[in-house]
Every structure is written in structure tokens, then in C-alpha cells.
């Protein structure tokens, strides 16, 4: 099983903040002879709907000297975990949960916001000293 990110806390207890309740931490992800960890699987019954929401959230903290190492292997893992999950998971959505910081700085780069567009890239703001979240971007 894969180490938690340094933010994996915060993000839990921001989305546990907005209230979402986690039901899988790490979520294990199965399909045929793949086992992948994503971080969180998280739930929210809504008042309209009997079944709820369901939400796999992938935390990236961005740390490394590389960013755009960072940022292309967030993506990879993002749609890989994506096709899986639309077959062993349908109707789910996946958020990449990203700082509050990193979204400002990094993802507010045009060429950024174009590959994230491109790729229809959920992210889930957050800011981390407040364990809040910030935006929802669909």
C-alpha cells in the first residue's frame, strides 16, 4: 500500500469540513489483474437522492524541484484511475485534490489550465493551514 501525501489529512478533514463522509481510506481500486490505491472515497447523501454521491479524491501535494514532473505524473495517474473507475465504479466522479497555493500559482498558467480542460480534469481546491476547501472546479 502506498505512503499517504503530505497533505492527506488536511484534505480528509476539509472534506469531512464540507460534509462528505469517507468511506475507504485508501479506496483500492480492481480491475482484472490491476490493484491501484487511490487516496479517499468519500459520500454525501443528498436530500433529492436516496443513493447520494460518491467522489474518489487523489491528493497531490506538488513538493518535488519538478513541478511539471509532478503535474505529468498527477495526470497519468488521474486517467488511468479514471478508466478504471468508470467500469468498476459508474457514475462516480474523481477529483484531483490539489492546495490552495499550487492551484494559484501552478494551475493558473494558461498552458495548465489548457491541459486540464483538455483532459477534464476535476480538482478540488483546498487550504491546507485552514483544512478547508476553497473551490470545487468541474
Given at each position: 500500500?502506498?505512503?499517504?501525501?503530505?497533505?492527506?489529512?488536511?484534505?480528509?478533514?476539509?472534506?469531512?469540513?464540507?460534509?462528505?463522509?469517507?468511506?475507504?481510506?485508501?479506496?483500492?481500486?480492481?480491475?482484472?489483474?490491476?490493484?491501484?490505491?487511490?487516496?479517499?472515497?468519500?459520500?454525501r447523501?443528498?436530500?433529492?437522492?436516496?443513493?447520494?454521491?460518491?467522489?474518489?479524491?487523489?491528493?497531490?501535494?506538488?513538493?518535488?524541484r519538478?513541478?511539471?514532473?509532478?503535474?505529468?505524473?498527477?495526470?497519468?495517474?488521474?486517467?488511468?484511475?479514471?478508466?478504471?473507475?468508470?467500469?468498476?465504479?459508474?457514475?462516480?466522479?474523481?477529483?484531483?485534490?490539489?492546495?490552495?497555493d499550487?492551484?494559484?500559482?501552478?494551475?493558473?498558467?494558461?498552458?495548465?489550465?489548457?491541459?486540464?480542460?483538455?483532459?477534464?480534469?476535476?480538482?478540488?481546491?483546498?487550504?491546507?493551514?485552514?483544512?478547508?476547501?476553497?473551490?470545487?472546479?468541474?
Amino acid at each position: 500500500m502506498p505512503a499517504k501525501d503530505t497533505y492527506h489529512d488536511a484534505v480528509k478533514n476539509a472534506l469531512i469540513k464540507d460534509g462528505w463522509t469517507i468511506t475507504a481510506d485508501p479506496y483500492t481500486i480492481k480491475y482484472e489483474e490491476l490493484q491501484l490505491f487511490a487516496d479517499l472515497l468519500a459520500e454525501r447523501v443528498v436530500e433529492a437522492q436516496r443513493d447520494g454521491e460518491q467522489i474518489i479524491v487523489e491528493i497531490k501535494s506538488f513538493l518535488s524541484r519538478s513541478q511539471m514532473r509532478d503535474f505529468e505524473s498527477a495526470l497519468g495517474q488521474y486517467i488511468v484511475y479514471r478508466t478504471l473507475l468508470k467500469y468498476i465504479l459508474p457514475g462516480s466522479k474523481i477529483y484531483l485534490a490539489i492546495g490552495q497555493d499550487i492551484y494559484q500559482s501552478f494551475f493558473a498558467q494558461k498552458a495548465i489550465k489548457l491541459v486540464v480542460e483538455e483532459n477534464n480534469i476535476l480538482l478540488v481546491v483546498v487550504n491546507l493551514n485552514k483544512e478547508e476547501i476553497v473551490q470545487w472546479i468541474s
